[in-house]
């Protein structure tokens, strides 16, 4: 079984059998191998950008994150007619 380096890793066990008998002088290998999925979701092609959240160390960035997403909110608050009140 030929494998690239860095999927070495993935390779769990790998047997070979002799008994299968198929008019031919190769051996049935048989190898489980770890599944990689992938974790980053795509949305109809385009990739999904992940968020730095490394930046929100910075009080500045931290405050301006804040003044921005309460914007946001106002604006789109109470669309379905219904009311929010504030205790």
């Not at 860095?6 to 066990?13: A, E, F, Q, V």
């Amino acid at each position: 079984m030929v494998i690239d380096a860095r999927h070495m890793s993935d390779l769990l066990d790998v047997r070979s059998h002799r008994g299968g008998d198929v008019d031919s002088d190769h051996y049935l290998v048989i190898a489980r191998m770890r599944a990689q999925v992938s974790n980053i979701k795509k949305l109809r092609g385009v990739r999904i950008r992940k968020f730095c959240v490394s930046k929100l160390q910075d009080e500045n960035a931290t405050n301006m994150y804040v003044k921005r997403l309460e914007e946001c909110l106002k604006q789109s608050a109470c669309t379905g007619g219904e009311m929010i009140q504030e205790e």
